[in-house]
RNA sequence: GGGCGGUUAGCUCAGUUGGUUAGAGCACCUGCCUUACAAGCAGGGGGUCGCAGGUUCGAGCCCUGCACCGCCCACCA
């Protein structure tokens, strides 16, 4: 092994490893293979800009369980890509001609998309070279982005089968509109912020009744006063008796001086307000639906961007807050403004630019959801799909059984262009796979694509199955749909998810993925929300660099329990920087140790097995025998805590492990074994060695590279440790004797450590102790390890004796199978000992009560399974003993 | 207006079907530069599990109510 420096530095190695791996096409699936198979799709980041904490913990879990799958021999394929992200990516570039003075339209369309492609081309190579530098293990061979000739052209024909199933319609309705954006968006990209308006209360007088004398009118509220300019009706409810008198009746639109007619529609809720409301079919789809049961024209009053069209009048031109002053102050000075009251309310916003998004009529193509929703949720109903945490089931089933029709289309340049053609001579609309060359109805060849793309998630709807190259039926798809796993953050649940079940079984007649694993959301360490306004943005790429990448993974990792935030500090970072910087120096101990022993090098097995070795005579070390005990208890727990997605539970099970079993008590008492050797190394090293290399193996999907780095140093290596067999739990190593004694050992010497300490003893001195054993294990062992025992307690003899010990001229600490005693000359604080005493003695008396009573509970022991009320009896005996021994040993001290 | 989640050590959080003594990291205290690691070693202190009831032999965990915090959904003017 070659020289290893004291202090881990990870930015040394992991740009290396990352590279290579990429290099030797380490993580290319296999379609001719007869392994089980493990697939998954990345949720494709947006090409708007570098992955941030967010996405470094999805890939992270992604990652773990894909290497973990993996070095358990699977098929395993990570597909990685990109989505092109419409609105975003348009406004980021938009944002950058503004810089220069330019804007899209000055451009042009083709040049403007030419400008966006520029954008992708770049970010899309950041996003990367940070996933590789991350030690993703995808499968770049097969890297996709939406906009793809082959998705994009699954993306022509699933438009077209839904459209000629009459599952996408194109019409004029009411759909929110972002004035700023200047284009329609669905339900999901408007956000809802409870916002402290007005609910002004308008007078309409009724029409024929306006002079002085028999003056009459209505009054209606309304939270968008500057809408009243296209109203054209005026509602009651038909079954209010007091506007009964107006039936049949008109009401005068103030300001417009416009006849409108009082209608009878459910619109009108007698509770609310005055009962009395104002109906305008182009700005609200409540008013919309009531317009078109009561055939009321449609008045549309407003333009693209939200300013006042020539049919408001006078308002014409004026945006629509303004108008909306310039409305309120006429309508007072009329008189006709009876009162304002304050009012809160949800108000929709564009989820992009904020915006507050202005209900608009216009023409439209959409997805007709409801038949796709009902066999995407049979499909979790019934199984074929799980949700984890299982609550997110509920959430997608509340969501999928109220859907609404999803409006698809935008009036953006940067997308998937509806393949839709309109006929200049005769409007009819052809809706094509490619460009038809004439119109089907008229035959004339003047022909126009619509200019609308479509809504980003539409092509990543169809992302599990159109980057395995559907829809042709290619070996890919074959092999590796449905995937096993979908690990993705709630905030996309219905944006992707839902839609993603829809589409795929449609289309494949199966559910993209066996399982949905909803991640958690990362935080900054005071719990808030990571966000570039607020200015807490932790970048990975800045944090990889001061704590190294394993040691974010495994930060990430261990903080990652189900259904639960993960309030980032770096703080935590550091300590898994220790924690890495730890393992780097057991592998350098190792290595000085074998250098300075003189054997020969270690040569790892060639099956990739380590099992662990005996001796000549069939015997093993009892430390040996510990740890491989332990090794393939913890790679079992490991396995079913990542089974089951707990990443939090398997990071802790192994950095315990490593940290407090293999360092603290493997390696430690394995330096009493060394001494110098020649030729090959004997069973205690190797045992060692391979104890270590299956340690590196159960860290390696949460570290990558730190356990790259030191598997190729321990020993001549073929291949990475991503491609070694992952230690999976093996019953027959498990040794439940071996455990004990260990457990035994680890109970001396921690006693006397801690009465060492308490006694003040100190620490740099060794002193004598006197053992003795209660039963022949006991003395057997304290015989054995004798050495062990001295060493790590610190001590210049052990002296096992076979009187049972009083605190004659020492302090003694008893325990059921055996005491130990240290002479009262070594000993400087006697009187700590005592008071330490006391408090045990409280306190075993307190527990011996509480066990005492409910053992006395015949409740308890009738009704409770017999083996809670034995293991009860156990402690009580333990309790007893312990007490008597503390009792006894304190009087001796006094 | 509906729905969901949280409240456990000074801080940040674990605690899978109710079962012996509630854990971790950081922070803190004491002592050690013991040649793998001071990003270390050894030892230690610290919790009426938000509040009030209930179910149970037994509750951090189940039920009811309350308080505070956070989130999601929603076409009531």
Request: with cysteine.
């Amino acid at each position: 092994m070659a020289e290893i420096p004291k202090v881990y530095n990870p930015s040394e190695i992991e740009p290396k490893w990352a590279q290579e791996w990429v290099e030797k096409r380490l993580f290319q699936a296999a379609t001719d293979s007869d392994r089980p198979m493990f697939s998954l799709v990345i949720p494709p980041p947006n090409v708007t800009g570098s992955l941030h904490m967010g996405h470094m913990l999805e890939h992270t879990e992604i990652d773990i369980l894909i290497r973990w799958k993996r070095m358990q021999g699977m098929n395993t394929l990570w597909l990685p890509g990109t989505d092109h992200a419409g609105i975003a990516t348009q406004m980021v570039v938009e944002k950058q001609l503004a810089e220069q003075g330019l804007d899209r339209r000055k451009l042009g369309r083709e040049a403007f998309e030419k400008k966006v492609w520029e954008w992708k081309e770049q970010s899309g190579d950041t996003i990367k070279k940070q996933m590789v530098r991350l030690g993703t293990s995808c499968d770049w061979s097969r890297e996709r982005f939406t906009l793809d000739p082959g998705l994009s052209r699954a993306v022509r024909e699933v438009f077209v089968r839904l459209y000629e199933k009459g599952l996408i319609y194109r019409g004029n309705y009411i759909v929110n509109w972002c004035p700023r954006c200047q284009t329609a968006i669905s339900d999901l990209e408007v956000v809802h912020e409870e916002h402290l308006g007005n609910l002004f209360h308008i007078r309409y007088p009724v029409a024929g009744a306006e002079d002085a004398v028999s003056k009459e009118w209505v009054v209606v509220a309304t939270t968008r006063p500057e809408t009243m300019l296209g109203d054209t009706a005026v509602a009651v409810n038909p079954s209010d008796e007091r506007y009964r008198k107006f039936h049949g009746r008109m009401a005068r639109l103030p300001l417009m001086n416009r006849e409108i007619p009082f209608i009878t529609d459910e619109l009108a809720d007698p509770a609310f307000g005055t009962g009395v409301v104002k109906v305008t079919p182009a700005h609200d789809a409540n008013d919309f639906q009531a317009g078109l049961r009561n055939d009321l024209p449609q008045i549309n009053v407003m333009d693209e961007s939200g300013k006042m069209n020539a049919n408001a009048g006078a308002y014409a031109g004026l945006d629509r807050f303004e108008a909306r002053s310039r409305v309120l102050a006429d309508l007072k000075e009329q008189g006709l403004l009876e009162k304002i009251e304050p009012h809160t309310h949800a108000r929709g916003h564009c989820q992009r630019c904020k915006t507050v998004v202005e209900p608009r009529l216009s023409t439209q193509w959409f997805v007709k959801v409801k038949p796709l929703a009902e066999s995407a949720i049979r499909a979790v109903e019934d199984g074929r799909t799980r949700f984890l945490p299982d609550n997110w089931a509920k959430i997608y089933f509340d969501w999928m059984r109220n859907i609404h029709d999803w409006c698809i289309s935008r009036q953006l340049w940067w997308g998937h262009r509806i393949p839709a053609w309109h006929c200049q001579a005769c409007s009819h609309i052809i809706v094509a796979r490619e460009e038809p060359g004439s119109c089907s109805h008229c035959h004339a060849g003047k022909l126009e694509q619509d200019p609308d793309v479509l809504d980003t998630w539409f092509s990543s709807a169809l992302w599990p199955f159109s980057t395995l190259g559907w829809p042709e039926r290619t070996k890919d798809l074959e092999t590796f749909y449905p995937t096993s796993l979908m690990i993705t953050g709630f905030d996309i649940l219905f944006f992707w998810v839902a839609r993603m079940m829809m589409m795929g079984v449609e289309f494949m007649g199966e559910a993209p993925f066996r399982t949905v694993y909803i991640h958690s959301l990362v935080r900054d360490a005071e719990k808030q929300k990571m966000s570039k306004t607020r200015g807490n943005v932790v970048n990975p790429l800045e944090v990889t660099e001061k704590y190294g990448t394993d040691a974010v993974r495994f930060t990430l990792a261990i903080m990652a329990a189900p259904g639960t935030d993960i309030a980032l500090s770096e703080d935590r970072m550091a300590s898994y920087r220790a924690f890495a910087n730890k393992i780097w120096n057991a592998a350098r101990f190792l290595s000085l140790s074998l250098e300075k022993s003189g054997a020969e090098p270690w040569t790892p097995p060639a099956d990739g097995v380590c099992l662990p070795l005996s001796d000549s005579n069939g015997q093993m070390a009892l430390e040996d025998r510990w740890i491989f005990s332990r090794l393939t208890r913890i790679a079992g727990e490991i396995g079913t805590a990542w089974e089951a997605f707990r990443f939090h539970e398997a990071a802790h099970l192994i950095y315990h492990f490593f940290w407090h079993e293999f360092c603290d008590w493997y390696l430690e008492l394995k330096k009493l074994t060394f001494a110098p050797l020649q030729g090959p190394l004997p069973p205690a090293w190797e045992n060692l060695c391979r104890a270590f290399d299956l340690s590196l193996r159960l860290l390696h999907p949460m570290m990558p590279f730190l356990t790259e780095e030191l598997w190729q140093r321990l020993g001549p290596r073929q291949q990475s440790i991503a491609l070694a067999p992952f230690p999976n739990y093996n019953p027959t190593m498990v040794d439940e004797s071996a455990e004990k004694e260990m457990n035994l050992l680890q109970e001396i010497i921690g006693n006397i450590r801690n009465m060492r300490a308490e006694m003040r003893v100190d620490a740099k001195r060794k002193i004598p102790v006197e053992l003795f054993a209660a039963n022949g294990n006991v003395s057997r062992l304290s015989g054995q390890y004798s050495q062990a025992i001295e060493r790590l307690a610190n001590l210049s003899a052990l002296q096992l004796v076979a009187e049972p010990l009083t605190a004659e001229g020492g302090a003694v600490r008893s325990l059921p199978e055996f005491a130990v005693k240290i002479a009262l000359n070594d000993a400087v604080d006697v009187e700590a000992e005592r008071n330490r005493l006391k408090k045990e003695e409280e306190k075993l008396q307190r527990d011996r009560n509480a066990v005492s009573a409910r053992l006395q509970n015949q409740e308890f022991l009738s009704k409770a399974p017999k083996d809670v009320v034995e293991s009860l009896r156990q402690r009580k005996e333990e309790l007893d003993v312990k007490y008597s021994k503390v009792t006894e040993t304190l009087r001796n001290l006094n």
